[in-house]
């Protein structure tokens, strides 16, 4: 691993906070002063500024997510899902996947990338399963047209399977194999209702903790890392 990487993950520092850390003479490896970040760092001791360094393992997180949260690190407008961590567990993670600002339920944060690469890849076709209210009785023949395929607004492609489970006339499991921008509800939609509420339950075979209150999280067991 490069030097400016592992300074990175390390210590959660941008690549241009770690190349000016640097360029100020703050970093040694084995003793000795270096200001490039190309060398190759294994089992040397890397110190920033006296501080010994050390790769933390990775970190991998559920969070119930309540309403009016963005998946996203930081906004200028509406409160970060990041906010509902601890401060001192939110260098590097990122959120792998997302939900709507008015959606709840399962989301998931590692700082591990490749995993999170797998998670969201099309190509593992990794299951999502969704609660929904909707504004209108569903069609009789909703059922099937999502077991073939919808045609959403704007897209010339059909959306891949999916399995509908009717609750009630207004509310419906939803377990779908994409992730298409805002795809749940543009699937309603392509049927002529409404997505009124909308709550994750479960991706791939991650279930949402049942004794999860929206805003609280928890750490991930090895099985349900090891499960991507």
């Not at 970093?27 to 500024?49: F, P, R, S, Y």
């Not at 209210?133 to 099937?144: C, F, M, Q, R």
Request: proline share 4%.
């Amino acid at each position: 691993m490069r030097l400016d990487r592992f300074l990175c993950e390390a210590t959660g520092l941008t690549r241009s906070l770690a190349k000016k850390a640097l360029a100020r003479g703050e970093v040694t490896v084995n003793g000795e002063l270096v200001k490039k970040g190309d060398i190759k760092i294994d089992a040397q001791q890397v110190h920033l500024d006296g501080r010994l360094l050390s790769l933390q393992p990775p970190r991998y997180l559920m969070l119930h997510k309540p309403e009016g949260y963005i998946s996203a690190t930081q906004d200028e407008v509406h409160p970060c899902v990041l906010q509902l961590l601890p401060p001192e567990l939110t260098s590097g993670l990122q959120c792998a996947g997302r939900l709507d600002l008015d959606t709840t339920g399962l989301l998931l944060l590692t700082d591990d990338g490749q995993w999170s690469h797998r998670l969201r890849s099309p190509k593992r076709a990794c299951h999502k399963t969704y609660r929904a209210e909707l504004a209108e009785p569903l069609a009789a023949d909703a059922a099937a047209r999502f077991a073939e395929g919808l045609l959403l607004h704007g897209e010339d492609k059909a959306t891949l399977p999916a399995t509908l489970e009717i609750i009630s006339p207004t509310q419906v499991l939803l377990t779908i194999q994409e992730g298409k921008y805002h795809q749940v509800k543009r699937m309603f939609a392509a049927v002529g209702n409404r997505v009124t509420s909308l709550h994750r339950l479960q991706i791939g075979d991650i279930k949402l903790d049942a004794a999860l209150a929206e805003g609280e999280w928890r750490h991930l067991t090895a099985e349900e890392v090891a499960s991507v």
